[in-house]
């Protein structure tokens, strides 16, 4: 049926169309009655007579308001107002028994978050996936409207770069305290409050400052979250600030691709060292700004004060309702209760509940669904306030936990070798509830307190080994998971007899990358672990076998490039390699902006895989690896 596109100003025509629609509908039986596009500013009367409607579209309208006659189409099963002017939503929309999909999107005055309104229509339509359920978005409505419900202003602020680069005293530079000399390293994460007055008023944020240790990276990938703001600090003085930019935003990107980002170049004594901020912003972006900074006093460099001042400014316009709205989203208020709750854990003697728990309490504080306790601990987990893996299969079934003693516990484990100056506490890199225990007592002891034993009593070691496992930070090396292999505990120096193997058939290939991942080593040594030749392991790489095939797989320490070398019976060399591309590109694919060429030695020299395609050569590697054979043209 062919619709008139009408002035959306015209209301009166508007009607006249509507209801020659409608008087279509009637004669038809369509399956949608579309009154789409048409300026309405009213829904007409008749609509309320059609008991046997089923689908009806008002989108693209300039509609405030739906009447409670609405109640009367109990057939009705989809409504579609997406791009109107609604302020208020009738609660005669909970007594449609049929109703199954209600879009809502484009209509700001409902202050409705998108994760509450689920995918578009058009979404829905092209991607043939589940709306969101009504009931869950008109919950939400009203438990959010009046006294019921407010904004929290409340964001999670994570710092990130390497150690040394100041992190930890531009942080207290932002919250008005002068510098400490003598601050120590942070090992594992420090939370503190900090605050913004943006153009909309004052926001408080969790900042969490994150130790810059390589050997820490690994488990950045469970701490690094949508919905939250990033300040990276680079050491402007270092030669590596541009690459280091590279290493880090992709690293954001990878878990937060659309989050804001203020990237602090840092011991700057105010002066600005040129860096390729455009190939930066258009590959890694959105960067709200780039801010020379200085944290020693006024006295020691003239402005740097005024560096830090610039510095908080450019945060509180990136935590602004134009690039953090989420913090503006309304919050029922018996969810306070909850998160007044989570946040109270510490001083109750808690540093994590179990999942029943956790629902026990959202039923007491008046939260009875299942869905709507997953999208509070969803919501908790985004705001840093306590961290839950509900929606990650590896985790489903652990805890909610306070984030400073579950990140600090495992990386206090990640850096037991580091504890102790010429002693490495594990130095097979096995963990087991044993060893964690001493290395816990141990880290309590150590000059910098890193943590307090009374925290991680006996009884909580098993369970930080289980979440070693299932970070993918360890590896069981038996069935019951009490011995587990660290990739980060393990030597940096390859052990001995772990040269490239050689034979007839050998294949040699190498990824090219800007920045090699940290977690990403480890992470394919402990998904290959079974393959892993005993012995043969070190913290850049390991010797595998397959059947009567080897792989030599290691990276550099320049961080820049992945080899591989495979040698063996043709066979078996070719399923070994096609295993080890397709774990790589499947951990490829975990990071977003990752550009990685893969390269093959040939003719003495490496050359891009996709090169070799492009001009047909061919490796006859079913008859012998080593011969090449020139494609047809």
Same mark, same amino acid.
């Given at each position: 049926?062919?619709?008139?596109?009408?002035?959306?100003?015209?209301?009166?025509?508007?009607?006249?169309?509507?209801?020659?629609?409608?008087?279509?509908?009637?004669?038809?039986?369509?399956?949608?009655?579309?009154?789409?596009?048409?300026?309405?500013?009213?829904?007409?009367?008749?609509?309320?007579?059609?008991?046997?409607?089923?689908?009806?579209?008002?989108?693209?309208?300039?509609?405030?308001?739906?009447?409670?006659?609405?109640?009367?189409?109990?057939?009705?099963?989809?409504?579609?107002?997406?791009?109107?002017?609604?302020?208020?939503?009738?609660?005669?929309?909970?007594?449609?028994?049929?109703?199954?999909?209600?879009?809502?999107?484009?209509?700001?005055?409902?202050?409705?978050?998108?994760?509450?309104?689920?995918?578009?229509?058009?979404?829905?339509?092209?991607?043939?996936?589940?709306?969101?359920?009504?009931?869950?978005?008109?919950?939400?409505?009203?438990?959010?409207?009046?006294?019921?419900?407010?904004?929290?202003?409340?964001?999670?602020?994570?710092?990130?770069?390497?150690?040394?680069?100041?992190?930890?005293?531009?942080?207290?530079?932002?919250?008005?305290?002068?510098?400490?000399?003598?601050?120590?390293?942070?090992?594992?994460?420090?939370?503190?409050?900090?605050?913004?007055?943006?153009?909309?008023?004052?926001?408080?944020?969790?900042?969490?400052?994150?130790?810059?240790?390589?050997?820490?990276?690994?488990?950045?990938?469970?701490?690094?979250?949508?919905?939250?703001?990033?300040?990276?600090?680079?050491?402007?003085?270092?030669?590596?600030?541009?690459?280091?930019?590279?290493?880090?935003?992709?690293?954001?990107?990878?878990?937060?691709?659309?989050?804001?980002?203020?990237?602090?170049?840092?011991?700057?004594?105010?002066?600005?060292?040129?860096?390729?901020?455009?190939?930066?912003?258009?590959?890694?972006?959105?960067?709200?700004?780039?801010?020379?900074?200085?944290?020693?006093?006024?006295?020691?460099?003239?402005?740097?004060?005024?560096?830090?001042?610039?510095?908080?400014?450019?945060?509180?316009?990136?935590?602004?309702?134009?690039?953090?709205?989420?913090?503006?989203?309304?919050?029922?208020?018996?969810?306070?209760?909850?998160?007044?709750?989570?946040?109270?854990?510490?001083?109750?003697?808690?540093?994590?509940?179990?999942?029943?728990?956790?629902?026990?309490?959202?039923?007491?504080?008046?939260?009875?669904?299942?869905?709507?306790?997953?999208?509070?601990?969803?919501?908790?987990?985004?705001?840093?306030?306590?961290?839950?893996?509900?929606?990650?299969?590896?985790?489903?079934?652990?805890?909610?936990?306070?984030?400073?003693?579950?990140?600090?516990?495992?990386?206090?484990?990640?850096?037991?070798?580091?504890?102790?100056?010429?002693?490495?506490?594990?130095?097979?890199?096995?963990?087991?509830?044993?060893?964690?225990?001493?290395?816990?007592?141990?880290?309590?002891?150590?000059?910098?307190?890193?943590?307090?034993?009374?925290?991680?009593?006996?009884?909580?070691?098993?369970?930080?080994?289980?979440?070693?496992? &299932?970070?993918?930070?360890? $590896? =069981? #090396?038996?069935?019951? *998971?009490?011995?587990?292999?660290?990739? !980060?505990? /393990?030597?940096?120096?390859?052990?001995?007899?772990?040269?490239?193997?050689?034979?007839?058939?050998?294949?040699?290939?190498?990824?090219?990358?800007?920045?090699?991942?940290?977690?990403?080593?480890?992470? &394919?040594?402990?998904?290959? $672990? =079974? #393959?892993?030749?005993? *012995?043969?392991?070190?913290?850049?790489? !390991?010797? /595998?076998?397959?059947?009567?095939?080897?792989?030599?797989?290691?990276?550099?320490?320049?961080?820049?490039?992945?080899?591989?070398?495979?040698?063996?019976?043709?066979?078996?060399?070719?399923?070994?390699?096609?295993?080890?591309?397709?774990?790589?590109?499947?951990?490829?694919?975990?990071?977003?902006?990752?550009?990685?060429?893969?390269?093959?030695?040939?003719?003495?020299?490496?050359?891009?895989?996709?090169?070799?395609?492009?001009?047909?050569?061919?490796?006859?590697?079913?008859?012998?690896?080593?011969?090449?054979?020139?494609?047809?043209?």
């Amino acid at each position: 049926m062919r619709h008139e596109l009408l002035p959306q100003h015209n209301a009166g025509v508007a009607l006249e169309i509507a209801e020659r629609r409608i008087t279509e509908w009637k004669q038809q039986r369509n399956n949608l009655l579309d009154l789409s596009f048409l300026g309405l500013e009213s829904i007409p009367d008749s609509v309320f007579t059609l008991h046997d409607l089923r689908r009806i579209s008002f989108r693209n309208n300039k509609l405030t308001s739906i009447p409670s006659a609405i109640s009367s189409l109990l057939s009705l099963e989809e409504i579609w107002l997406a791009n109107n002017l609604l302020e208020s939503l009738p609660s005669e929309l909970l007594q449609l028994p049929s109703l199954n999909a209600l879009f809502l999107h484009g209509n700001p005055r409902l202050e409705l978050p998108e994760e509450i309104l689920g995918p578009t229509v058009e979404v829905v339509a092209n991607l043939r996936c589940t709306p969101k359920p009504p009931k869950e978005i008109l919950d939400y409505y009203f438990a959010t409207r009046g006294t019921r419900g407010t904004a929290l202003r409340e964001l999670k602020l994570i710092v990130v770069g390497w150690g040394k680069a100041g992190k930890t005293t531009l942080v207290r530079r932002l919250a008005g305290k002068s510098m400490d000399p003598l601050e120590p390293e942070t090992h594992g994460i420090l939370i503190s409050p900090l605050s913004f007055e943006c153009a909309d008023g004052p926001i408080s944020a969790r900042v969490w400052d994150f130790g810059g240790q390589h050997v820490l990276h690994a488990m950045h990938e469970f701490f690094l979250t949508a919905r939250t703001l990033y300040l990276l600090v680079l050491e402007q003085r270092s030669d590596r600030a541009e690459s280091d930019a590279k290493y880090w935003l992709q690293l954001i990107r990878s878990y937060a691709p659309d989050a804001p980002v203020v990237v602090a170049l840092n011991k700057s004594r105010g002066i600005e060292k040129p860096i390729d901020k455009d190939s930066l912003e258009s590959q890694y972006g959105p960067i709200i700004a780039w801010i020379a900074t200085e944290c020693l006093p006024d006295s020691e460099c003239k402005s740097a004060e005024s560096t830090i001042d610039k510095l908080r400014e450019a945060l509180s316009t990136a935590a602004g309702p134009k690039f953090m709205p989420e913090a503006r989203n309304l919050f029922p208020k018996r969810w306070t209760r909850i998160k007044d709750w989570l946040e109270n854990l510490e001083s109750e003697g808690l540093n994590f509940v179990s999942y029943e728990e956790f629902s026990a309490k959202c039923r007491e504080a008046g939260e009875l669904e299942p869905n709507k306790q997953l999208e509070i601990a969803s919501l908790m987990h985004d705001l840093g306030i306590a961290m839950n893996y509900a929606r990650d299969p590896r985790l489903r079934d652990t805890s909610v936990l306070r984030p400073d003693w579950l990140a600090n516990g495992i990386y206090t484990i990640l850096r037991a070798n580091t504890l102790v100056p010429g002693k490495l506490l594990v130095p097979d890199g096995i963990l087991t509830v044993d060893i964690i225990g001493s290395i816990y007592k141990i880290a309590s002891m150590s000059s910098g307190k890193m943590i307090q034993l009374q925290d991680y009593p006996p009884e909580k070691w098993s369970f930080m080994l289980k979440l070693m496992s &299932l970070f993918q930070l360890a $590896f =069981p #090396l038996s069935e019951d *998971g009490s011995q587990q292999i660290c990739p !980060a505990l /393990l030597g940096v120096e390859p052990p001995k007899d772990t040269e490239e193997p050689e034979g007839e058939n050998t294949i040699k290939l190498r990824y090219e990358f800007d920045v090699v991942p940290a977690p990403l080593m480890p992470r &394919l040594l402990v998904q290959m $672990f =079974p #393959l892993i030749v005993e *012995g043969k392991i070190w913290q850049r790489g !390991a010797i /595998l076998r397959y059947l009567n095939s080897f792989v030599k797989v290691w990276t550099n320490p320049e961080d820049k490039y992945i080899f591989a070398t495979v040698a063996g019976q043709t066979k078996d060399v070719k399923e070994l390699l096609n295993l080890l591309q397709d774990t790589l590109a499947a951990l490829f694919s975990e990071y977003r902006c990752l550009e990685v060429t893969e390269q093959r030695w040939f003719d003495n020299n490496w050359v891009p895989s996709e090169t070799l395609k492009r001009f047909n050569v061919k490796f006859a590697e079913d008859d012998n690896l080593n011969s090449l054979a020139e494609g047809d043209k």
